[in-house]
């Protein structure tokens, strides 16, 4: 099987935990003021994990974003279209 890559960035789509782990550690300490709480974040990455939408167990079908990224994000919302029930489904976590 061919491995999927980026239409990007031509790396790879799917990410180890390690290599996941390793780059939200180093993104994270770059912007701590720009993140969710550590519980708002959970919250946001659970919903994300039962999504029908998550792709790759990594990435989010409407934005192409890593969701344990995109999860930490004061100023990300849901990128479903209407944010899944019509409103966005992070909103209630804040």
């Known amino acids: 099987m061919p491995q999927q890559k980026c239409k990007s960035c031509l790396q790879s789509v799917k990410l180890t935990k390690v290599e996941l782990a390793q780059m939200m550690q180093k993104q994270t300490e770059?912007?701590?003021?720009?993140?969710v709480p550590i519980e708002v974040y959970f919250k946001r990455l659970?919903?994300?994990?039962?999504?029908?939408?998550?792709?790759y167990e990594t990435t989010c079908r409407y934005n192409g974003m890593l969701v344990q990224y995109m999860t930490r994000l004061k100023n990300k919302?849901?990128?479903r279209p209407g944010g899944g029930n019509g409103s966005n489904r992070w909103q209630s976590f804040l």
Not at 30 to 35: F, H, K, Q, S, V
Not at 46 to 55: H, I, K, S, V
């Open 30 to 35: 770059e912007i701590g003021d720009l993140l």
């Open 46 to 55: 659970a919903t994300c994990e039962l999504c029908e939408d998550l792709q």
């Open 77 to 79: 919302q849901c990128p």
